[in-house]
């Protein structure tokens, strides 16, 4: 690992990125439009509101940075930058660990915004530190561009990567709690969700919205949510090789 | 330059030395047995058919084709040794740069790569300047390489692999789609690379009139090599005027020989 190519990486993702301005404005607006409407559709029960807001507030850029993460590490694939990269003196960790850096600054404007317009603007009531809602969130999209790492290996295609989107994110979205307790669910859906992330990721952000403090539950969600991302990084780097076929 | 210890390689040793190279692709042996040397500070040409296993040679040769087997020395090392990475300048086929950076964004980010850090901040500025004068794109250095023609883009690809004064150039077809202009242009930048700075660059082409402009040619067909030698010889031997009329004997002849080798047909017994 050599942190001046890390951060050279960092820079240059980012760098990419303000010359598509478009997907900037998309990825940090349209989560602060999705929240401002999910407030109005529960206008008459606002305890929902509460709850599945706070959830969502976790999800958002777990799910933004799955689908840009993915579709970045397939274009580098694809336009040969990768293998140029692979023929320098650049270590597999530097350019993931570039990648996942720029992206979680991202997710850190995308999450701050969006935090604040549903406590400030939206009256959500969250009882912990509005703090602690953007760490969660940040290990979220954390874990989003490592899990986006990890099946971009498998895309050969944008076509592809966009579908494991429903394959990899949505089974974890109807298991995670989000629309029912998972105590609730068949016992061998709930045994399921017990080994899926985002579990996790709800499960932090429902104690941020009942405690003032961070829990033990609190500390352990997110603990392994954080190993969860390290793990997904891990693994994405072991399926970027220099020697293809 | 940086001041570190590389090790020399002698002036008399060649810059790439292959015996028994074979390469795998699915189920398709794509390279069959090569055995050749490129020798050093010299334009050494590969030059086949498309599909003949240029590219393959060029990707096992700087490290990034998986599946090969025999041995290939590249600077006094085996393909791929990460003690190489720094010494080796590859271009691809297609222009391997970002579309969505401009052309010095480009070179500003691998040349990072290459020198990372603040101390190295200033041979990083010239580096880019002095590759950016080298492929004559210094006044399009602010428009988005997406923006740019083919022709300039596969020079920003280019300008790239010169970015680390590399002592082995390896270009894929780097002149495919250029006008005559640039082409000459190009090659001009080539001889000036080996003769000033030492550069030994293996430039493959699937078209033959670039051949007469190397030092020295690998002739490849169906994943063999039909003649390693100069453009003269190859000329001389074959009675040919040109290194395509040489080309076009040596795959007749080896024609000839296979059709001969083989056995006749035999009938089937009813």
């Given amino acids: ?245 | 330059m940086m001041n570190k210890t590389r090790p020399a390689v002698p002036a008399t040793g060649p810059a790439i030395q292959a015996k028994a190279l074979t390469a795998v692709r699915g189920t398709r042996t794509v390279l069959r047995g090569l055995g050749f040397s490129v020798p050093p500070g010299r334009i050494t040409g590969l030059l086949g058919p498309s599909g003949c296993g240029k590219s393959t040679l060029l990707r096992a040769i700087v490290g990034t084709q998986a599946r090969t087997t025999g041995t290939l020395t590249v600077l006094g090392r085996p393909a791929g040794h990460p003690a190489l990475r720094d010494r080796i300048g590859y271009v691809t086929q297609a222009p391997s740069v970002y579309d969505d950076l401009t052309v010095r964004q480009n070179l500003d980010y691998f040349a990072a790569v290459l020198h990372p850090g603040r101390a190295h901040r200033a041979t990083r500025a010239t580096a880019v300047d002095r590759a950016l004068a080298d492929v004559d794109l210094s006044d399009r250095a602010d428009a988005l390489a997406g923006n740019l023609s083919g022709g300039q883009r596969s020079r920003v690809s280019l300008a790239v692999a010169l970015l680390g004064t590399p002592e082995l150039l390896v270009l894929d077809e780097p002149t495919v789609g250029l006008d005559p202009v640039l082409r000459r242009d190009l090659w001009d930048l080539f001889h000036r690379l080996a003769a000033d700075r030492g550069t030994t660059i293996l430039v493959s082409s699937h078209v033959m009139d670039e051949a007469e402009r190397c030092h020295r040619l690998l002739l490849m067909r169906d994943g063999r090599l039909l003649a390693d030698d100069t453009p003269e010889n190859l000329r001389r031997d074959h009675g040919a005027p040109t290194v395509e009329a040489a080309f076009l004997h040596l795959v007749d002849t080896a024609n000839t020989q296979a059709t001969a080798a083989a056995p006749a047909p035999v009938q089937e017994p009813r």
Wanted: charged share 15%; glycine share 6%; net charge neutral.
């Fill in chain 1, 1 to 245: 690992m050599n942190t001046a190519r890390t951060l050279a990486t960092a820079a240059r993702v980012l760098r990419q990125l303000t010359h598509d301005p478009r997907t900037i404005a998309l990825m940090l607006l349209v989560p602060v439009v999705l929240i401002t409407l999910l407030r109005f559709v529960f206008d008459g029960s606002p305890a929902v509101f509460d709850a599945t807001g706070a959830s969502l507030l976790g999800i958002f850029p777990l799910v933004t940075m799955f689908l840009v993460t993915s579709i970045a590490t397939l274009r580098e694939r694809t336009s040969g930058t990768l293998e140029r990269l692979f023929t320098m003196p650049i270590g597999k960790g530097d350019l993931i660990a570039g990648y996942a850096l720029a992206f979680a600054a991202l997710a850190a404007v995308q999450a701050a915004l969006a935090t604040a317009t549903a406590l400030w603007l939206l009256d959500l009531t969250v009882t912990g530190s509005p703090w602690l809602l953007l760490l969660v969130a940040l290990l979220d999209a954390l874990l989003g561009t490592a899990l986006g790492l990890f099946v971009s290996a498998f895309a050969a295609s944008e076509f592809q990567a966009v579908q494991f989107m429903p394959a990899v994110i949505f089974p974890q979205l109807l298991l995670c709690g989000l629309f029912t307790p998972r105590d609730r669910m068949h016992p061998a859906l709930e045994a399921v969700s017990d080994v899926l992330p985002m579990s996790y990721a709800v499960d932090g952000m429902n104690e941020v919205l009942r405690h003032t403090d961070a829990t033990a539950d609190f500390l352990r969600d997110v603990l392994i949510v954080a190993g969860c991302a390290l793990l997904g990084l891990a693994l994405g780097a072991a399926t970027l090789r220099r020697r293809t076929p």
